[in-house]
T-cell receptor
Framework: KNQVEQSPQSLIILEGKNCTLQCNYTVSPFSNLRWYKQDTGRGPVSLTIMTFSENTKSNGRYTATLDADTKQSSLHITASQLSDSASYICVVSPRPNQAGTALIFGKGTTLSVSS | KAGVTQTPRYLIKTRGQQVTLSCSPISGHRSVSWYQQTPGQGLQFLFEYFSETQRNKGNFPGRFSGRQFSNSRSEMNVSTLELGDSALYLC???????????????FGAGSRLTVL
């Protein structure tokens, strides 16, 4: 069964600190892996998208890595800010180049950044 | 550039009623997909529409339906509402169909449905 598991479920860090969120998936073969940020009361916003051949992708203070062999991805946040407080969702698109593919979502990691 | 617009943002219904939610995609985007988000299950795929045709459907009962118009605007309908249908319903649009490459979805703010 295709699944996406995220850890930790929630995380609290101090402003200015770094943190890493984990995503493990069993989807195979897959086309791409995405990380989204969802603020409370808002829709998810795309942070990064990586194909199976990419190892890393950065977007400002956000850096995503992908290990297709171990089926793991991580999202590293550098020098956290209060505005980073949100839910971070890992999403996998299965079956490369096959239109009509349903995305598989992780349940997200809730990050709280405190001052 | 206007984003994805969903209406209404909030609504309250009672069991047995039906509801229709609307989604206006980004101009030029032909694919519209719908998702249900609940605290326990996270985001779950409902269906995707492209060029007025349903291209893919998630594992939801037939009470959940949708359609897409020629201008790419989409509606979803839930009939005979149940308490468990209370959720945030998100719409996302993209230039191409899901699965046709690294397709970036742009989500709307969602419609929060409460069923009493």
């Amino acid at each position: 069964k295709n699944q996406v598991e995220q850890s930790p479920q929630s995380l609290i860090i101090l402003e200015g600190k770094n943190c890493t969120l984990q995503c493990n998936y069993t989807v195979s073969p897959f086309s791409n892996l995405r990380w989204y940020k969802q603020d409370t009361g808002r829709g998810p916003v795309s942070l990064t998208i990586m194909t199976f051949s990419e190892n890393t992708k950065s977007n400002g203070r956000y850096t995503a890595t992908l290990d297709a062999d171990t089926k793991q991805s991580s999202l590293h946040i550098t020098a956290s800010q209060l505005s980073d407080s949100a839910s971070y969702i890992c999403v996998v698109s299965p079956r490369p180049n096959q239109a009509g593919t349903a995305l598989i979502f992780g349940k997200g990691t809730t990050l709280s950044v405190s001052s | 550039k206007a984003g994805v617009t969903q209406t209404p943002r909030y609504l309250i219904k009672t069991r047995g009623q039906q509801v229709t939610l609307s989604c206006s995609p980004i101009s030029g985007h032909r694919s519209v997909s719908w998702y249900q988000q609940t605290p326990g299950q996270g985001l779950q795929f409902l269906f995707e529409y492209f060029s007025e045709t349903q291209r893919n459907k998630g594992n939801f009962p037939g009470r959940f339906s949708g359609r897409q118009f020629s201008n790419s605007r989409s509606e979803m309908n839930v009939s005979t509402l149940e308490l468990g249908d209370s959720a945030l319903y998100l719409c996302a649009s993209s230039p191409q169909r899901e699965g046709a490459g690294a397709n970036v979805l742009t989500f709307g703010a969602g419609s929060r449905l409460t069923v009493l």
